[in-house]
T-cell receptor
Framework: AQSVAQPEDQVNVAEGNPLTVKCTYS??????LFWYVQYPNRGLQFLLK??????LVKGSYGFEAEFNKSQTSFHLKKPSALVSDSALYFC????????????????FGKGTHLIIQP | EPEVTQTPSHQVTQMGQEVILRCVPI?????FYWYRQILGQKVEFLVS????????KSEIFDDQFSVERPDGSNFTLKIRSTKLEDSAMYFC???????????FGPGTRLTVT
């Protein structure tokens, strides 16, 4: 079975500083990895994904994430945080070992509240 | 930009009643999903749907739940006899398999009293 761990319930960062939101995963096969952001009373917005290729992937709003296979991690990063980045961030995984061409559900972490202080 | 829409935004129902949550996926997507998020908890996968049949379902998706794509545009989730613990935000998502990106709707908040 696949799982995702987001070890921090909350991350506090001063505006302008770099931010990191941690994510580790466990799958049987090779992972497809995703980050989503959720603003209050809104749905989940896709930020970025790792499917294959370069370990560093870039996404929306200046966010990036680094896939590290040996550490089974996919941490979300941004070089300079904005107050508007404050939201709930979810890491998610799909295990392609079981992907038979049908529709595969994502397994989400519990989420990390990112708070950017002015 | 195309988006997934869901109706209603909020549904209040009494325990034991049937509810139908509706979703309109992005028009050229072929893969459809339902997830739920109990207040303060993580998003959980319920069911996926492709080619007019269920592709995968979780242990949460028991006999009380069903999904349907009745008319080629809507995608519905029916809960036959709601329980208090069904109270949650229910999200619909659709996917273009070429990108593997699932796009989520704004959700329906279901409150069972």
């Amino acid at each position: 079975a696949q799982s995702v761990a987001q070890p921090e319930d909350q991350v506090n960062v001063a505006e302008g500083n770099p931010l990191t939101v941690k994510c580790t995963y466990s799958v049987s096969g090779n992972p497809y990895l995703f980050w989503y952001v959720q603003y209050p009373n809104r749905g989940l917005q896709f930020l970025l994904k790792y499917i294959t290729g370069d370990n560093l992937v870039k996404g929306s709003y200046g966010f990036e994430a680094e896939f590290n296979k040996s550490q089974t991690s996919f941490h979300l990063k941004k070089p300079s945080a904005l107050v508007s980045d404050s939201a709930l961030y979810f890491c998610a995984v799909r295990d392609i070992l079981y992907s038979g061409g049908g529709a595969d559900g994502l397994t989400f972490g519990k989420g990390t509240h990112l708070i950017i202080q002015p | 930009e195309p988006e997934v829409t869901q109706t209603p935004s909020h549904q209040v129902t009494q325990m034991g009643q049937e509810v139908i949550l509706r979703c309109v996926p992005i028009s050229n997507h072929l893969y459809f999903y339902w997830y739920r998020q109990i207040l303060g908890q993580k998003v959980e996968f319920l069911v996926s749907f492709y080619n007019n049949e269920i592709s995968e379902k979780s242990e949460i998706f028991d006999d009380q739940f069903s999904v349907e794509r009745p008319d080629g545009s809507n995608f519905t989730l029916k809960i036959r006899s709601t329980k208090l613990e069904d109270s949650a935000m229910y999200f619909c998502a659709s996917e273009d398999r070429h990108s593997y990106e699932q796009y989520f709707g704004p959700g329906t908040r279901l409150t069972v009293t």
